[in-house]
């Protein structure tokens, strides 16, 4: 036969993998395997629900190990090389002092490398922690501090140390209540002030509040002598009030309040007439006496020289100073470290006023202000009233040097305070910059239309056009134009 004229001889069909297996199966009812297959990879395929699970739990995880600011580093790079050089200066300076209290020459060392193995993760748990976490449950501290101190002075169990009753002595494990007053103090005048920061102007509503309370707070550890513990508890409470915003006016009448009740407490102590007095002739002779902490830590200092006699080569250890691991525990420092090693320990307490003071500047509220700056008058007023003691500018006090000196309580304490500033460093971060996972969970308008097209069930042109709509739609909104002035002649 001839084929019509214009068209082609067709090619013989192959026929495909899917027919052959139609037409070779038996018409049974039941799905080919191919078919069978795809309905359970469809099956297998996750949800919405499972992706936005999945999605929720990366970016969770991505917040957990995500890189805190510099600040957060910053202070806690400088406050864990002072612990560490602490360790180091009470294993040296309480040797012998260990040794002839048969403790071994490490007995005071491994008791502070314990409160130290206690202090630092707590130290890094607590800067886990939310503000809103010290916002609710900071006064605990407050009141837990306040009902020891009440033990401390009206039960057996208070012990005097130096003439001031401020110790409290459980089941031989001695601790000092003023330590958690001065962290509770901190927590609870950022949270109070936080809530009258509209009323700060008015001296009635600064007072009510912080009078009865933190006033009550300083007269407990006022009651038990320690008086260099109140004038850093005093300083604390200036510092808060100080980054409040409190206008300096209001200061002056609470500034003559204090003064005057630490010159009755100096009074009330014949100890500590005795070494005002010292303090305030021209030449202190009673070596014996009187004279004979101070010239000795100064003697330390001397011997030092500027490169120091080596690490462990003290001579004012071998019991010529008096608290050389506790309160002057600076003078072994300049005498084994020398002049260096003194400097460096004060540029530690720099730097970390430095990044104290940098978080203070990069808190936007009220509480974290507070919080930080008071937390840096404690620790950098303390440091500097231990060092004066030691160079004697000032009267002898019984004021640790926070973080190297040896004393779990106020180890333990400081560090917790510094955890507290921590977590408010962390709270700074921005925590969904750089993830585009958290963008795009909350990502407004157009991003969310759009992203509605990855989503399981809406085709590639389904999700671009509805981005196309929402793009239209902003378009098409209409700018307001700025009216027309008509000025009358």
Not at 327 to 353: K, Q, R, S, T
Not at 363 to 384: C, E, N, R, T, Y
Not at 430 to 439: I, L, N, S, W
Request: aromatic share 8%.
């Amino acid at each position: 036969m001839r084929r019509p004229q214009g068209t082609r001889p067709r090619k013989p069909s192959v026929p495909s993998a899917s027919a052959a297996t139609s037409a070779t199966a038996p018409r049974t009812g039941t799905r080919p395997a191919g078919s069978a297959a795809a309905s359970g990879a469809g099956a297998n395929r996750p949800s919405l629900a499972d992706r936005t699970r999945a999605r929720t739990a990366r970016i969770s995880v991505n917040r957990v190990f995500q890189a805190e600011s510099s600040n957060y580093y910053f202070l806690l790079g400088t406050t864990l090389f002072l612990v560490v050089l602490g360790l180091v200066m009470v294993l040296s300076s309480s040797s012998i002092d260990s040794y002839t209290a048969r403790q071994g020459f490490f007995g005071t060392f491994w008791k502070q490398g314990v409160f130290a193995l206690i202090g630092v993760p707590l130290m890094l748990v607590i800067s886990r922690l939310p503000m809103r976490f010290w916002k609710r449950w900071g006064w605990v501290a407050l009141a837990g501090g306040v009902g020891l101190q009440l033990v401390v002075l009206f039960t057996p169990l208070g012990v005097k140390v130096g003439g001031n009753l401020n110790w409290l002595n459980v089941g031989g494990v001695s601790l000092q209540p003023s330590e958690l007053i001065k962290l509770g103090l901190v927590i609870w005048m950022g949270v109070i002030l936080a809530k009258k920061q509209r009323y700060l102007h008015l001296w009635k509503h600064v007072a009510i509040p912080v009078i009865p309370v933190a006033g009550g707070a300083v007269l407990l550890v006022m009651a038990g002598g320690d008086l260099g513990t109140v004038m850093i508890m005093a300083g604390l409470l200036f510092g808060a009030l100080f980054f409040a915003g409190i206008r300096l006016r209001m200061f002056v009448v609470p500034l003559i309040l204090g003064g005057a009740a630490i010159a009755v407490i100096a009074m009330s102590s014949a100890s500590r007439v005795s070494r005002i007095g010292t303090f305030l002739s021209e030449g202190c002779t009673d070596y014996a006496d009187s004279c004979w902490q101070t010239q000795h830590g100064l003697f330390a200092l001397a011997n030092g020289g500027f490169f120091g006699v080596g690490l462990g080569n003290s001579k004012a250890k071998w019991s010529w100073l008096p608290a050389a691991d506790n309160d002057f525990i600076f003078a072994i420092i300049g005498e084994e470290l020398g002049m260096i090693g003194a400097l460096v320990v004060i540029a530690l307490f720099v730097a970390l006023a430095i990044a104290f003071l940098r978080i203070v500047r990069s808190s936007k509220d009220m509480f974290s202000k507070v919080v930080s700056g008071s937390v840096m008058v404690w620790i950098i007023s303390q440091a500097l009233v231990n060092i004066a003691v030691v160079l004697g500018v000032i009267p002898v006090l019984g004021v640790p040097l926070p973080l190297i000196s040896s004393g779990g309580s106020a180890l333990i304490t400081t560090l917790i305070a510094i955890g507290v500033v921590l977590s408010i460093a962390r709270g700074q971060t921005k925590e969904t910059a750089g993830d585009p996972d958290a963008a795009a969970l909350v990502a407004p308008g157009a991003s969310r239309v759009a992203a509605a097209g990855r989503l399981p069930g809406a085709s590639r042109s389904q999700g671009l056009a509805g981005a196309g709509r929402a793009t239209t739609a902003a378009r098409a909104t209409p700018t307001p134009s700025p009216r027309r002035v008509v000025r009358s002649k």
